[in-house]
C-alpha cells in the first residue's frame, strides 16, 4: 500500500523567512496530494491541494511541487508569519477515499 | 453553524467501558470518514463511509463499530475499551472521492 514520508518533523523560522516541507510517496499510482494544518485543540484544515496532471499550484504565500518522476511533494510558505506556527501534514491517496497522511511537520515562526 | 461536529470533545473513562462518539456533518457530502490520531499526531484512516454504506475498515478491532444513520451522521462506537484506545478521534467528511476532506475538531478519549 502507500507509503508517505515527510521531512523535517520540526521546522523553526524566523518571521519572514521562508519554510519548505517535503513528502515523499510510495505509490506512483497517486493521483491527489493535499497539504493541512492543524492548530492546536483542532482538527486539520485543508490549505492547498495538487493533483498529478499539475506541476506546481500557488496561492497567496503557499505553493505545492509536483515531481512525479521522483515521487515527491513539497509545501513552501514565504513570508512565514507567527500565525503560520502549527503542524503541517502532507498526504497522497489513489483516486479513492483513502487519504495516507505523513508524520506531520510542527512549524514555528518566531517574531 | 460547525461544518463537521462531534460529540463529545473530551472523553475519560476506564478500561473495559463501552462509549460512543458521534459526528454530524452539515454540508451535504456523501463520504464520512473516521480517522484516529495517536499521541504522535499520526493520522490514520479507521472507517469510510459513502451514502450509509461502509466502503473501507482498515484492519480496526472488532470492538470498533461505526454506524451511519443517515448520510449526515456518522457514529463511533467503542467496546470493551483498552489503554492503547487513548488518541484523538477526527471525524471528517467530503463530497467525493478525491475532495479535500472537512474535519471536525476531534474527540480526545482517554482510557484509564
Known amino acids: 500500500g502507500e507509503n508517505v514520508e515527510q521531512h523535517p518533523s520540526t521546522l523553526s523560522v524566523q518571521e519572514g523567512d521562508s519554510a519548505v516541507i517535503k513528502c515523499t510517496y510510495s505509490?506512483?499510482?497517486?493521483?491527489?496530494f493535499p497539504w493541512y494544518k492543524q492548530e492546536l485543540g483542532k482538527g486539520p484544515q485543508l490549505i492547498i491541494d495538487?493533483?498529478?496532471?499539475?506541476g506546481e499550484k500557488k496561492d497567496q504565500r503557499i505553493a505545492v511541487t509536483l515531481n512525479k518522476t521522483a515521487k515527491h511533494f513539497s509545501l513552501h510558505i514565504t513570508e512565514t508569519q507567527p500565525e503560520d506556527s502549527a503542524v503541517y501534514f502532507c498526504a497522497a491517496s489513489i483516486n479513492t477515499d483513502k487519504l495516507i497522511f505523513g508524520t506531520g511537520t510542527r512549524l514555528q515562526v518566531f517574531p | 453553524d460547525t461544518a463537521v461536529s462531534q460529540t463529545p470533545k473530551y472523553l475519560v473513562t476506564q478500561m473495559g467501558n463501552d462509549k460512543s462518539i458521534k459526528c454530524e456533518q452539515n454540508?451535504?457530502?456523501?463520504?464520512m470518514y473516521w480517522y484516529k490520531q495517536d499521541s504522535k499526531k499520526f493520522l490514520k484512516i479507521m472507517f469510510s463511509?459513502?451514502?450509509?454504506?461502509?466502503?473501507i475498515n482498515e484492519t480496526v478491532p472488532n470492538r470498533f463499530s461505526p454506524k451511519s444513520p443517515d448520510k449526515a451522521h456518522l457514529n463511533l462506537h467503542i467496546n470493551s475499551l483498552e489503554l492503547g484506545d487513548s488518541a484523538v478521534y477526527f471525524c471528517?467528511?467530503?463530497?467525493?472521492?478525491?475532495?479535500?476532506?472537512?474535519f471536525g475538531n476531534g474527540t480526545r478519549l482517554t482510557v484509564t
Open positions: 495538487i493533483r498529478s496532471n499539475v
Open positions: 471528517a467528511s467530503s463530497q467525493a472521492q478525491n475532495s479535500p476532506l472537512h
Open positions: 454540508l451535504g457530502h456523501d463520504t
Open positions: 463511509y459513502n451514502n450509509k454504506e461502509l466502503i
Open positions: 505509490d506512483s499510482a497517486s493521483n491527489y
